[in-house]
């Protein structure tokens, strides 16, 4: 099994910028696969960034040049970083992974970027 917690949310202005931190319960030197999702009010979760053991990333197109996702496998933690925050980056924010074929989530963090 692994615990997800998230934490770095909270209320930005537009153009600000926030880290969040994902802390996993275990290692995750080999957790392949390791990302961030968010989800705005009456919408539909949706995926932000993901990042494999390898390095590799993976970003939606309306973060893309804002947003950096990394790993830390010695903390067991992955970070997003969100820059030039925008109001409509406001959402929950999870953090997700597979494991040995069981998807796992965290319980989110509230970003709400202020115009």
């Known amino acids: 099994q692994v615990q997800l917690v998230e934490s770095g949310g909270g209320l930005v202005q537009a153009g600000g910028s926030l880290r969040l931190s994902c802390a996993a319960s275990?290692?995750?030197?080999?957790?392949?696969?390791m990302g961030w999702y968010r989800q705005a009010p009456g919408k539909q979760r949706d995926m932000v960034a993901v990042?494999?053991?390898?390095?590799?990333?993976n970003y939606a197109d309306s973060v893309k040049g804002r947003f950096t996702i990394s790993r830390d496998n010695a903390k067991n933690t992955v970070y997003l970083q969100m820059n030039s925050l925008k109001p409509e980056d406001t959402a929950v924010y999870y953090c997700?992974?597979?494991?040995?074929?069981?998807?796992?989530w965290g319980k989110g963090t509230l970003v709400t970027v202020s115009s």
């Open positions: 990042i494999t053991s390898a390095g590799s990333t």
């Open positions: 275990r290692s995750i030197f080999n957790i392949n696969f």
């Open positions: 997700n992974t597979y494991h040995y074929g069981t998807e796992y």
